[in-house]
């Protein structure tokens, strides 16, 4: 696209422009102290000559960008944009336009751009802003970069109304903006006089002009106010300024000269060029005639071009527009033409539709649509194909590709299907994907959402090789059953459209460690957020999942795929049931609009998964298993099939069907590994593992059992092998038994798996939470609730930690009060209540049965123990430092001191005891996981705290000895195999074999 230079260039200030010193010197003042300035006044009031007079007092490096009505088109708002701000800043250049192409949402990019201004002291302008002031999207974007613009850098706006920035999201910008209002800009009468005066107007009052106009700039300098003009229907004008121009203005010139400037209203800067491209002869002598006259223009320092007032042009333009249709379409046609030549041609297209010449306009938009797709202005995109419908032939495949990209993109993938199919019937779906690879990649894709393998296979072998075939080339990995080897540029990333078919394909094949970080391109970044959600939630980080599909939800990049299938299993993962059926339901709208079949069946097999999860209905997830097993999907796509015959697997096991288990999920497994597909491996492992042990296949159950483990290894993450043991934990007790050392890794799942009850439900916000290490409080929207009875605080920590809905009244009296009934501990039992409701309404309610307490369903409460717990569960499936950091993270809680320190209630000494179990074990963990990692001083640290809680624990030891071994100081391991021989003399024993081996191994 190239720029209109006119648009990003300042306009003159005339010489016969007064100087306000007043004006300038509010506009400096104002624009110095704030960040952004808007100019709002009506057409006329002189905004434009105030800003660019104050913008040269000054100094600052100027930006000028003038907005167009075809600047509604966010893309090209921004690209203009970027040109303006490149005229001053080095570097900038492109770089708007390469996240463009890159896909990234427009408001995003504004903010990327206002960021790469730096720390320059760039004043940038927006002038005509009114244009766009009924556009939400193109304020969104102008909002976003005020935004993000650097403290150094000023942002003017200028327009003729108030714009609607909080309709557009952008109630935040409106904090740090100054206004200039009419009254601001009003001719003082000093001012009148000297604008009067040096108009050639001496014998015009001012203080008359003044009183009569409010000041208005325009309304002194060209008498509009007069009593002889002023009258309606003066030059037949219902307008007085119209009147006024009529008769004042145009009628004082000679027809000729009359016509040059009406025929010339479509060029914002008239040059003798410009005119005669418009058919109009001698534009050099006509413009130097009217050079003499007194107009209200504005001509360069040659006097060779001019530009019309505003309000002049409008009177103009509508002139213009009485004449006759034909004369109308004739001067706008050879605009466009000059357009064309210019190579401005997004406006060429505009000015083609505006004289009715869709041909010409058809060959404008071949050449420049796929230019518009890739910016993402598809509403442009859309409305120039729907202009253009009844003037294509069917040999315009250039619009064909335009087409498939806007399927593809607003993810209709049915309408891209029907577009490859009348291709296909006219016989030239293989011409068109010989030509365009990226024609034949976007068929392709239509076709695999729409289950139609054999013509997936038909484009690609027809299709110019490229990154988008090779990408294609990749994602049918999932389909195949055995796909040829993965080169070593298989799933590469270009920074194209297709990444984001990479990056479903790096999670469809379970190849999660790709998806970990975000990637280097800006549009793969944000094509790859819904994949990596997805990752995050299949390796056990449910935590960052959960942040980055909230940071995703309602936008345009959350997509099918995210808010249809990863959504339900996100809000199942949370413990939350009603919400991730009301997410697959609504989810399922959204398939059917996409027309992908594909989605179906993974919202089918989420629904099955919901059914096993929630409801343990085994015969009702067959029952939908069997629909996606007989549809075509399920029948020739190879990952498809592998995962129903895993949840289908899972589900004859619970029905005790065990031989039928066992060859479902032997096949699926089968499948897995001849195809290199791990996202299910783990799962499908261990269900086969209990199906082989069940039909007495002890060796054949193991080594299933010893598959699982190392798919989970191959992901890098435990997470879905702990919920299939979590399942059928008996596969890890029988594992568990014919290990001969106790820290296998198998120990290490067993460890896991102890915590793996622990909801997460915590993961969402919170209104109530209960701090119970080292204090107990609680704490309400973050503010601490003084209930001043230590009551209170129990009472509230037993109901959010108990589990249950409900407690009967009676069990509070007996857990609270150590099972005294008397008046005096029902009295204090009902002040703890009043005291816990009056600090959180409605946290309590009565239960539905009398005698019974609840906590309130319009209140959540959290717990930092429940909290501790979570943390432990997160950490239980996953590895490595990963694995370091959460402990550590739920270490801390627990490190703030004694659980509920002061509370001597039976209940309470229970769970002390309870979760100073699991953290003894949460620290050896971390201990060995630090050891295991290099961080051999944080080991050292944690195994003491291990020992000083518990010196009878021989591992721990162990471990002491293997840190201190490592660490270079043999008589530290001699002292840590006595310390252990002293403490376990107290029970009357003595090191294991074990150590004792580790000890003499250690000082080899």
């Not at 796929?370 to 250039?398: K, M, N, P």
């Not at 909290?867 to 990963?882: C, E, F, P, T």
Request: glycine share 8%.
């Amino acid at each position: 696209m190239r720029v209109i230079q006119l648009k990003i260039s300042p306009p003159p200030v005339g010489g016969t422009v007064v100087r306000r010193p007043r004006i300038e010197s509010l506009l400096s003042r104002l624009i110095e102290q704030h960040r952004v300035v808007c100019v709002l006044a009506s057409a006329g009031a002189g905004k434009t000559t105030a800003v660019l007079q104050a913008a040269h007092q000054l100094r600052r490096p100027l930006s000028w960008l003038g907005v167009d009505a075809t600047d509604a088109v966010t893309g090209r708002l921004l690209t203009y944009l970027e040109a303006a701000i490149a005229r001053q800043v080095s570097g900038v250049e492109g770089m708007a336009s390469a996240a463009l192409a890159a896909q990234l949402p427009h408001a995003e990019v504004a903010g990327l751009l206002a960021e790469a201004v730096g720390d320059s002291n760039l004043l940038i302008v927006l002038d005509d802003a009114e244009r766009i002031a009924d556009q939400p999207d193109a304020l969104a974007v102008v909002a976003s970069f005020a935004r993000y613009l650097p403290p150094t850098a000023r942002l003017v706006i200028i327009s003729r109304s108030v714009l609607p920035f909080d309709a557009a999201g952008g109630a935040s910008f409106l904090t740090y903006v100054a206004a200039v209002g009419e009254e601001d800009l009003a001719f003082t009468v000093q001012e009148a006089a000297d604008a009067l005066a040096l108009s050639g107007r001496p014998d015009v009052d001012p203080a008359e002009a003044i009183v009569e106009t409010g000041g208005w700039v325009t309304g002194v300098l060209f008498e509009a106010w007069r009593s002889a003009d002023h009258v309606i229907g003066i030059g037949g004008e219902a307008d007085p300024l119209h009147g006024y121009l009529s008769t004042q203005i145009l009628g004082q010139l000679d027809p000729a000269e009359r016509e040059f400037l009406i025929s010339t209203a479509l060029l914002k800067e008239v040059t003798p060029a410009a005119a005669e491209s418009l058919g109009l002869p001698d534009a050099a002598t006509r413009l130097h005639c009217l050079r003499a006259r007194r107009l209200p223009v504005a001509w360069d320092r040659d006097g060779r071009a001019m530009r019309c007032h505003p309000r002049f042009r409008e009177y103009l333009l509508e002139l213009l527009n009485r004449r006759s249709d034909a004369d109308v379409r004739a001067l706008h046609l050879a605009y466009a033409r000059l357009l064309v030549e210019l190579q401005h041609d997004e406006e060429a297209v505009e000015e083609f539709f505006g004289a009715g010449a869709l041909d010409a306009a058809l060959e404008v938009v071949e050449r420049i649509i796929v230019g518009i797709i890739e910016r993402t202005d598809f509403a442009l995109a859309e409305r120039w194909l729907q202009r253009l419908a009844s003037a294509r032939s069917a040999d315009r495949l250039t619009l064909v590709i335009a087409e498939l990209m806007l399927a593809v993109a607003r993810e209709d993938y049915g309408r891209g299907a029907n577009l490859a199919d009348e291709l296909a019937a006219a016989g030239r779906r293989d011409e068109l994907a010989g030509i365009s690879g990226r024609a034949a990649g976007l068929m392709a894709w239509c076709y695999l959402h729409t289950g139609r393998v054999a013509d997936i296979r038909a484009v690609l072998n027809s299709g110019r090789p490229g990154d988008e075939l090779d990408a294609m080339h990749y994602a049918m990995r999932v389909v195949e059953d055995v796909p040829p080897p993965l080169g070593p540029a298989a799933g590469s990333l270009t920074g194209g459209p297709f990444d984001a078919l990479v990056m479903r394909t790096h999670y469809d094949l379970g190849r999660l460690s790709l998806l970990a970080d975000p990637p280097s391109s800006p549009w793969a970044a944000k094509a790859g957020d819904p994949w990596r959600a997805g990752a995050l939630l299949a390796t056990g980080h449910t935590e960052q999942g959960f942040e980055l599909y909230q940071g995703l939800e309602g936008t345009h990049e959350q997509g099918v795929w995210l808010s249809a299938v990863i959504g339900p299993k996100l809000m199942a993962e949370l413990g939350e049931r009603d919400t991730a059926w009301r997410l697959l339901g609504a989810g399922r709208e959204r398939i059917v609009a996409s027309g992908s079949e594909l989605f179906r069946m993974l919202s089918l097999l989420t629904e099955a998964e919901l059914l096993l999860r929630f409801d343990t209905d085994a015969a009702a997830a067959r029952r939908v298993l069997e629909e996606v097993a007989s549809h075509p999907v399920g029948l020739e796509y190879a990952n498809i099939r592998e995962h129903t015959n895993t949840l289908l697997g899972c589900a004859l096991l619970m029905d005790g069907e065990d031989l039928r288990a066992r060859d479902c999920l032997a096949a699926a497994v089968a499948s897995m590994r001849a195809g290199e597909r791990i996202l299910w491996l783990s799962a499908a492992a261990v269900y086969l593992a209990e199906a082989r042990w069940r039909l007495g296949e002890e060796q054949a159950a193991d080594d299933a059992a010893n598959l699982a483990l190392w798919a989970a290894e191959q992901q890098g993450s435990n997470h879905s092998l702990l919920q299939a043991l979590a399942e059928f934990p008996a596969v890890l007790s029988r594992r568990l038994d014919s290990e001969p050392h106790a820290d296998s890794p198998w120990h290490e799942l067993g460890r896991a798996l102890m915590v793996l009850g622990v909801e997460l439900g915590d993961v969402l916000a919170a209104t109530v939470h209960v701090t119970e290490f080292g204090r107990t409080a609680v704490l309400v929207n973050g503010e601490d609730a003084a209930l001043r009875l230590k009551k209170s605080y129990e009472l509230l920590a037993f109901l959010a930690n108990s589990g249950r809905d409900e407690v009967a009244r009676q069990e509070l009296l007996e857990v609270l009060f150590e099972g005294r009934s008397d008046d005096a501990a029902g009295s204090y039992l009902r002040q703890a209540m009043l005291r816990l409701r009056r600090a959180v309404p409605e946290v309590l309610h009565a239960g539905g049965v009398a005698g019974r307490v609840g906590l309130g369903p319009g209140v959540r409460v959290t717990t930092e123990s429940e909290r501790l717990s979570a943390l432990l569960r997160q950490a239980a499936s996953m590895r490595g430092h990963d694995r370091l950091q959460m402990l550590l993270r739920a270490l801390e809680i627990a490190d703030r001191g004694e659980y509920l320190p002061g509370v001597q209630s039976r209940w309470a000494e229970e769970r002390r005891r309870h979760l100073s179990s699991m953290v003894q074990e949460a620290r050896y963990d971390a201990a060995e996981i630090a050891f295991a990692t290099g961080h051999f001083r944080q080991a050292a640290r944690l195994v003491r705290d291990v020992l000083r809680a518990d010196p009878f624990r021989e591992a721990a030891w162990r471990l002491e000895m293997r840190i201190a071994d490592a660490s270079g100081n043999q008589d530290r391991v001699i002292a840590a195999y006595r310390a252990c021989e002293r403490a376990l003399s107290e029970l009357g024993t003595q090191p294991a074999p074990t150590t004792v081996q580790l000890l003499q191994d250690l000082r080899r």
